[in-house]
């Protein structure tokens, strides 16, 4: 899975200007999974080799694809691309070995996700991060797969105002 083009994309749509400039601030506020994967991939302690990984990040961005097939027209190439994220993930040898992956999540329901990932997730050793774990409880999420995990989540920020922070995308990221 290649979310290089979603990246590019959301960068065109954004256009240097702060995501809640451009968007909704329902959509703005939780478009976190861009700039977290740009930061794991300038990361010291990053591997390019799979088998000396500690950590598997995921660089997914359901949650910028989602938004992109919103604004595209087009919702089926976001469920597409999750759905190639759990075909692969299924093929995965570190995936399916036990490799600790961990995978971003921004918005207030799993079903960002799909359902065919979200399985694929809750079978493996999986760290998800998302912006309010208590949101397991909340609708939806309580009968989703991911449910566990996204109980079990890392709190992750939800993306400040323009107002109340510096560039959120400064620079073009480095290739994935």
Known sequence: FNFSTVFHEMRSLLAGRPPDAVLPVSEAQYLLDMPLIEAFTVHPQRTLDPAHATIHVLAVAPWASQIMGRHSGDSNMHEARMQGVADELRRNPFFRRGSLFV????????????????????SGNVLLGCTDPTNAAIGPNVRAPAHLLMANAVTLPYVAHAFAAPPLFPRPPPPL
């Open 103 to 122: 995978v971003l999540v921004g918005g207030e329901t799993l079903g960002v996700l799909g359902t065919a990932l979200q399985r694929e997730l809750a």
